[in-house]
Structures are given as C-alpha cells and as structure tokens.
C-alpha cells in the first residue's frame, strides 16, 4: 500500500521522465534506424548531427537567416510553442533539458532570491538578442554579395553553437568522435595542443553549464538558452496555464511548490494564473501540493 501510494505521489515525475527518455531516443532516432522528418520543435537540437530526426527551431532560424532566407516555419514553431503551451517542451522534451534534470538530481539544488533569479533570466533575452543581430547581419551581407562568413569561421551557420552545450556534445564532440580525432592512447594526448581555441571554448562553456546545472537547478536553461529566453516573452500568454486557487493554498506555512520548482519561481506571489515567463510546466508545482491547489487550466 505504502509503495502505490508514493508511486501515486510520483506520477507526474514518472510521466514526464518517461517522456524526456522516449523524446530523447527519438530526437536521436537515426542511431535506431529511424528516418529523418521534416518535423521542427522549439528545442535545442543541432542541425550536425546526422542522427537526429527532428529540427531545433533555433537552430534552423539561424541557418536560415545566414543565408538570408526568412525562417517562417521556425518562427511560427517558436511563436506558437510559446503562446499555447509556453516552454513545455522545455521541461518535457528538450535534450539538453532532459540532461540538465539528470544532474539536478544529483546536484545541490542551490536556490538564489527571486530579484537576482529575474535579472538573470532577462540575460537569456539579450543573449538571444545578440545572436538574432549576427544572424541578420550575416544574411543582410550575404543577400548583398559582401559575405562575411570569413570572419565567423564554422560558425557562420549557426553563431550561437559557440555557446550551445547541446552543439557542443551531439555535433563537436559527436564528430570528433567519429572522425578518430581524439587521442587514442597516452602518447596521443599531446595532440590535443593542437586542437583549436574554438574547441576549447566550447568545451569551457559546456563544463560551465554543466557545473551551473549541478549548483542551481536549471541555471542554463533559465539564464543562458537563448530560445528559452525568446519562448519567455510570450509564455506569460499561454493558452494552457498553470494555475493557483488561493483558496485551497497553505501559503508561506507549506512552500513546498515553491521548493520543487526547478526554475526558481516564486509560486505564491501568483493568485490564479502563474505567469512566470520562466515556467516549463513541469508540474512538479502540481505534484506537490498537498491541498490539490494547483491544476492546469485553458
């Protein structure tokens, strides 16, 4: 009795988890003999690697606009995701997501104060920013016949790979991998001098995300990805929402959404609608309550 109970406690993480392994395997289906699709998500998912099935709508908007071609389907993928279920495929699809889970559940789950949570989130919006303006710039020069590729390298398709974990470990390391590049025994290792600065970096910023992740639950996705800071503008507007009945909430005396939530938001300074632009809808809120206070509305 005492394990179906907590199993009923635990459906939701059941469910979701579920869901991250299935959508990752799939995401990376090619490995299993499955074909790739036309199919784009609002995830981070990197256009190098063979083996994925389905397009990251970040990444294809970027392509897309270096070549100055305008990224429709992407923009209508991000905008809608946004709209109608706000960054749910962040909490339940997302590969990098997933990961960044993994290592919440074995970090230290840190929390920080909800202003110094605000600001930094605000940094992913001009993170996104930035990159929008280089993938403009590359593709206005290209429609001009002044490419300016040179001066971006391998990155001139895709500039924000540079600081994207989920590139840098499903298409750097994927091809290093593949192509026999690593040191493959211990007189070898003197060939990694070799290896380019931009390399380095990448992996810099990936032990970087990864070391955030494990301090503070989810600190890349909240303050670094740059289509989650994008998705945000528009998740306060969801059509399904996460929703709070004050009614049936214990307040500051229970706190315990607040303290599974791994976005950091500050669930009870909500009365009806949580409209946190940095909400996943993990639900983990949801599974939490002891009162059944929170439930997802339309």
């Known amino acids: 009795m005492a394990e179906k109970k907590k199993f009923k406690s635990y459906r939701i993480s059941i ?11 799939l ?11 036309f199919i784009v998500l609002p995830i981070m998912a990197p256009l190098g690697n063979p083996y994925t099935t389905v397009a990251g709508a970040w990444q294809l908007m970027e392509f897309l606009l270096t070549m100055a071609i305008f990224p429709f389907i992407a923009i209508t993928v991000i905008a809608l995701g946004s709209l109608l279920i706000g960054r749910a495929f962040c909490g339940w699809v997302c590969p990098f997501g997933f990961i960044s889970d993994v290592i919440y559940y074995l970090g230290k789950k840190k929390r920080v104060s909800n202003p110094t949570n605000n600001a930094l989130y605000k940094l992913s919006i001009f993170i996104a920013a930035v990159f929008i303006f280089i993938d403009v710039t590359i593709g206005y020069n290209e429609y001009m016949g002044s490419s300016i590729y040179g001066y971006f ?12 974990p989920t590139s840098t470990i499903f298409s750097l390391l994927f091809w290093y991998v593949a192509w026999g590049l690593y040191p493959k025994n ?4 003197t060939t990694l001098v070799s290896y380019p600065l931009a390399f380095w970096f990448r992996i810099f910023v990936l032990i970087i995300a990864i070391l955030m992740n494990y301090f503070v639950p989810r600190a890349w996705c909240r303050w670094i990805c740059p289509l ?14 996460v929703y709070l009945d004050p009614s049936k909430c214990l307040g500051p005396t229970c706190s315990l959404c607040v303290k599974s939530c791994p ?8 009365k009806g609608h949580i409209s946190n632009p940095l909400c996943i809808s993990c639900l983990k809120c949801l599974e939490a309550c002891p009162t059944k206070a929170i439930s997802v509305k339309i």
């Not at 390298?153 to 994207?164: C, L």
């Not at 989650?228 to 929402?241: E, H, N, R």
């Open 263 to 270: 976005m950091g938001i500050p669930i009870l300074d909500y």
């Open 228 to 241: 989650g800071g994008i998705m945000s503008i528009g998740t306060p507007y969801k059509l399904v929402k």
């Open 27 to 37: 995401i990376f289906g090619g490995s299993f003999g499955l074909a790739a699709s």
């Open 186 to 189: 211990v007189t070898e290792l």
């Open 15 to 25: 469910l979701r988890t579920t869901t991250q392994i299935i959508s990752f395997i």
């Open 153 to 164: 390298g391998d990155f001139a398709r895709e500039p924000s790979s540079i600081i994207d």
